[in-house]
């Protein structure tokens, strides 16, 4: 006795996203089943248009429905000044700030041995061909091994050209307590300490 | 600065799946978009033909493509015994077992008063319509409160029609720690107790 084949396909497509195993991916499909056949088709044109829709920009790397994102294409915008971060969601956390006014560069992934990803997997290369009247490059990769290496790799071909690069600041979250922080955090926080 | 359109669709189809909330729902759109083209294409196609293709068996009510499940099918079967269980995943756990070779009844829920789900929203009525030549109902519902209320309602309309009834019985599950079993559980298997 086994599950429906079009039962067993659905939780194949569950099961390939990720963080939902066997179990979920069982419940979500039972799930589909009992939805309302409106949002079960509106989901499948959403993910059917989903990839046709979203592009990366051709300049920075940001996702966005045409060419170039709503950044890259407001003159108003600092173009002297680049972030260079992660992913998409990093530009999203740095605008919720309202602080920053240049523009993003988006690498996709960073440079790490353990996944095998090299500089040439990512969105490297178009950042060194979009220095022409940049200033500042501030450096916002995660404060992660990964994001530290590929900040550190960065800095490097940036002094090269010239350009003033920095690299965000580590230490301890506002709110947080210094009981529950890490060494390594308590040691940055100390570390970057300011005479007030 | 806000997320494009069509990304925020994807993150709203993602959040109607029970258990996946915003956060998740972010990051799956994330990973939809690194997807390989073709497989996104499959899962909606497979979303599409899903509930087209999936039905509920005419007879018990489980889970099948066609209009009768495996087991409604399946004329080797013990027609005098149904086990009434609460969902198809109910069916797919005793069939695993390999031990129990009668018909099922699939209810798809439990009476609840939290809920608010009443007999009439369950596939009950259609239960009695088919006890002719059956000897023994097995009311398998969950040894949870909606579970055994469910029990109960129904062995009391069996008991009129001079059907044998029988609840599968609750205890300390197979290696499991006596220590760890909670209070009622551990006096079920008390009561539940047999000579050796
Ligand atoms: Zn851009
Ligand atoms: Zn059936």
Redesign the interface.
Known sequence: ?N?????L??VE?FK????IGGK?A????????S?D?E?????????????D??HYCKKCGH???GDYC??CQDETRDQSVICVVE???D??AM?KVREYHGLYHVLHGTISMIDGTTVDDLNISSLFERLDGVKEVILATNPTREGETTALFLAKLLAKRNIETSRIANGLPIGSNIDYADELTLLKSLEGRKKI
Chains 1, 2 share one sequence.
């Open positions: 006795m599950y429906p084949k079009s039962f396909d659905l497509c390939r996203l990720p963080g979920s069982e419940r979500l499909a039972y799930y589909v089943l939805m056949k949002y079960v088709q509106e989901f499948a044109h959403t993910l059917m248009n989903f990839q829709n979203i996702i966005c429905e709503e950044i992913s998409p969601k530009v999203f605008e």
